[in-house]
């Protein structure tokens, strides 16, 4: 009988690894006020701060970034496991628990940026989400001062989020794909393939 796979669940769980690689060395989104005064580089892999030349992190952040490599991890390597065996009993299972993974990664993060550019916003800093613009940076009406700071803001998506993306696709793709794998393996399961043929009973 033929082996059946999922190649695109196969395709997805590779690339998953290679996005989580890269993503470890390039962020997904990054922003630069003035001249690289403030820089913010993001993803859900890694996320760090620039100012003056100085780079730190957050430690609530650094944990979430740590849970998401872990969940990136565990996805790819049992929707890896899922592609070889996906007409197992618990094939279903596995897939379940791995093709959602880059989706929902991907989706919370962009929901996160539009969330602090809204924010942003709401105190009169309009930080772009994409492209470049030039900011006003003011002291609150409390603090007795009047002066303002404008300065050019610059944010764009880079690479990786391109590639999390396709990555999202595949994922998708796999799940698509498996209602076609199901109904392959029925068609060639003994039972749907090969009829039982009895012997004519013999005549006197």
Known sequence: MKR???PFGLAAGVVTFVLLVI???WPWWQLTVGNNFLNIYASPIKTNFGLYGSSFTIPLIW???LSNILLFTAGGAIMLLYSVFPTKSYSMDLLGFSYKKPLYALLSFVIGLVIIMVAADFFNVGFPLIGSKTVNFSFPSFIPLSASINTAVSA?????FYLAIGTAALCIAARLYHGRLTKDASAQSPDATSTNTMAPPLTQ
């Open 4 to 6: 059946i796979i999922n």
């Open 23 to 25: 993503s470890l060395y």
């Open 63 to 65: 944990a979430w970034n």
């Open 156 to 160: 764009n998506f880079l690479l990786p």
